[in-house]
């Protein structure tokens, strides 16, 4: 499986530190940084849609977005057919954010959680899988609402 991660300037450091693990933990998985590649002030919305489109196009990949709050990048990924993203603050939320609503896009904010807690939601997203079942029926729903505008 591939694995899509990008960030704004709050967030490259985490980034980093999240690709490490990643690549050390996750074996099977491959990653790829959309960027950007320097602390340079940038655009969350261009990097979310960058990540993005990846996903869209590599249906059996996951994203990962950073920011600062997690809040800009939800909203930017969120704007976009096809994208199911979750902030996830927490361990939980992840594990349920991939069982039950197939999110495909995990949103993090870098100065709302440290690494080492960056590190286990990261693993709990990338770990679950989809349960279905009635979880697809309002999927079906989401799906509605999306195709509306």
């Known amino acids: 499986m591939n694995i899509y991660i990008s960030s704004d300037h709050a967030g490259y450091e985490l980034k980093f530190n999240l690709i490490s693990m990643m690549i050390e933990k996750f074996k099977d998985y491959e990653v790829f940084d959309c960027g950007p590649y320097s602390e340079e002030s940038v655009d969350y919305p261009v990097f979310a849609e960058k990540t993005c489109e990846k996903v869209l196009s590599d249906v059996q990949s996951l994203g990962i977005l950073i920011c600062g709050t997690g809040i800009g990048m939800s909203m930017a990924a969120n704007k976009i057919k096809g994208i199911r993203a979750a902030l996830c603050n927490d361990i939980f939320s992840a594990s349920l954010a991939r069982k039950h609503n197939d999110a495909n896009i995990l949103v993090l904010g870098s100065r709302v959680i440290g690494s080492g807690l960056a590190q286990e939601i ?24 999306e195709n509306r505008n």
């Open 122 to 145: 990261v693993a709990s997203f990338l770990q679950n899988k989809f349960e279905g079942g009635r979880h697809s029926e309002r999927l079906a729903l989401i799906k509605n609402l």
